[in-house]
């Protein structure tokens, strides 16, 4: 088990998703999709192909800089028809990749890109036309403040973030006043946040690290 790991993401498939480069493809499809004997094959069986998609986004940048960043397959002949699960993917790319979409395209045509793919992942997704492919994009360089904007962060790690920030910082506090007593507080948290880049309070009694 990993620390803000999603548990889906096994030993197998995070080797896969570390080792794509950028602009290589990863399949997510469903469980009646036919795979090329002998290729890059991760088996999730009992798991939704969306489930999935929300796993492997969770690591997984979404290329930007190119017309389509993830393609779905176009049910039953009308590109009109928008199936749930159509939706689905959507409200999963737009959370990771604002306003790009899911680009429809022809079954065989998704098959075709899927056959290319750096590895595909057959789930226990029962629902017709429940595939899609992701292309990975880039992380940007960090920030100067050690942030990258560009990286959406579930709110949850962060508040785990600053919740370790305050353990670590309420530690060398508490370990500075039994050297040095009271007087030495104000050291400890200039030492400490020069260290950790914390952001502090200028609180007299309580160091708290801000959000």
Known sequence: MLLNIDPLLGPELLKALRAMGHRQDIAIVDANFPCEPGGNVIRLDGVSATTALAAVLSVLPVEV????????????DDPGHILPIFDEFAE????????????????????????????????GE???????IVRKGVIPPIGQNGVDSNVVVPESCCQRTHEAQNFRLAAAVGRERRIRGDRGFGGALRRWGRVSGARLSHLPRTAVVRP
Do not use: S
């Open 65 to 76: 800089d190119e017309e389509a960043g993830t393609w779905r397959m176009i049910a039953y």
């Open 92 to 123: 999963i790319v737009e959370h990771v990749a604002p306003h790009r979409g899911v680009t429809p395209v022809e079954p065989d045509a998704f098959k075709a890109q899927a056959r290319d793919a750096y590895v595909t992942v057959v789930t």
């Open 126 to 132: 029962r629902r017709l036309y429940g595939g899609i």
